[in-house]
């Protein structure tokens, strides 16, 4: 199948990745949507959209499995990232998550690995882990998720810790905190931002003037608001999309090209932030 080339973005390490990948988030948790579910995943690497973002956390493991299944054969078309949960982020227990990943994925090794929010453990004790991991040949990269800029700055710190690849983040139309300080800070730095729930789990999708703009391009809002997020430098999405037809949509929305109207019209209904927030998460 002949499609165009998906955008990519340079993680620090210089490997480039697709700006716009597959979240698998409340997927593999409803057995009657399995298989719809694996050839959403599999459409999605036909479309260019190899990076696949899971976590232990996701379905207990289930969406790692589901992951693992739609990329059997094709491992090596995949940037496969997966996430350690903070209850596990010890030196020792960091090492046996990742190896439980793998398991439940059926792979010997993860692209990109994420301590998914911060935990009791001190950083330099996973970072320790992950560089092992490294050693070991069992991830290639590792990167955090749900960081704000303290975060980073200690991380920054740590020895090892200037390694990182990417800080997976909340960030769409109506969560735009990080552009006061977390995105100016990473895009000083080049470690990209990697967007999770870009069209705010579907909530965005009724606002009229989203819905304005979409009639403009012939466009779903859901694509608008992806366009919007994939607009920025240095920023990746992971939307999930659960059937073949989302998976259509949502790599349409990398040929919407947004116009300064669009622009303006959408910073005035959703305003960019006057000062610092607490980073958000969902």
Known sequence: MAVDAVRT????????????????????????????????????????????????????????????????????????????????????????????????????????????????????????????LVRAGLIRFWGVSNFDVSDMEELAGIPGGPAVQTDQVLYNLQRRGIEWDLLPFCRARRIPIMAYSPIEQGRLLEHPTIRRVAVRHGASPAQVALAWVLSHDGVSAIPKAGTPAHVRENRAALDIRLTEQDFTALDHAFPPPDGPRTLEMI
């Open 9 to 132: 973005i340079a993680l620090p390490s210089g490997k480039e990745i697709p700006a716009l990948g597959q979240g698998t988030w409340h997927m593999g948790e409803d057995a009657r949507r399995h298989a719809e579910e694996v050839a959403a995943l599999r459409l999605g690497l036909d479309l260019g959209m190899t990076l696949i973002d899971t976590a232990e956390m996701y379905g207990d493991g289930a969406a790692e499995q589901l992951v693992g299944e739609a990329i059997i054969g094709r491992r090596d078309e995949v940037f496969l990232v997966s996430k350690v949960l903070p209850s596990n982020a010890s030196r020792r227990d960091t090492v046996l998550a990742c190896e439980g990943s793998l398991r439940r994925l059926g792979t010997d090794r993860l692209d990109l690995y994420l301590l998914h929010w911060r935990g009791p453990t001190p950083l330099s004790e996973t970072i320790e882990a992950f560089r092992a």
